[in-house]
């Protein structure tokens, strides 16, 4: 009967150290996940950034361009 006893014991605790290690790998995966979407969300914000750069460049350019072009209808050519 003791052997038995051990046998029910060792399925037990192997049922239960299995068990753990499933919520150990389910945990694991929830961590994967969120530490993906932080990702995800930091390079939705950093495109973000950079679309709003780009526009600021554009609208510097077109403003340099402009100017550059007003300066010279206004500026008269020797003869």
């Given at each position: 009967?003791?052997?038995?006893?051990?046998?029910?014991?060792?399925?037990?605790?192997?049922?239960?150290?299995?068990?753990?290690?499933w919520?150990?790998?389910?945990?694991?995966?929830?961590?994967?996940?969120?530490?993906?979407?932080?990702g995800?969300?930091?390079?939705?914000?950093?495109?973000?950034?950079?679309?709003?750069?780009?526009?600021?460049?554009r609208?510097?350019?077109?403003?340099?361009?402009?100017?550059?072009?007003s300066?010279?209808?206004?500026?008269?050519?020797?003869?």
């Amino acid at each position: 009967m003791i052997g038995g006893r051990v046998k029910e014991s060792m399925i037990l605790s192997h049922s239960s150290s299995q068990e753990s290690t499933w919520s150990i790998e389910e945990h694991l995966q929830k961590l994967e996940v969120e530490k993906m979407r932080k990702g995800k969300n930091k390079v939705k914000e950093d495109l973000n950034s950079l679309k709003i750069d780009y526009k600021k460049l554009r609208l510097s350019i077109r403003t340099v361009g402009s100017r550059r072009c007003s300066r010279k209808r206004f500026v008269r050519k020797p003869k």
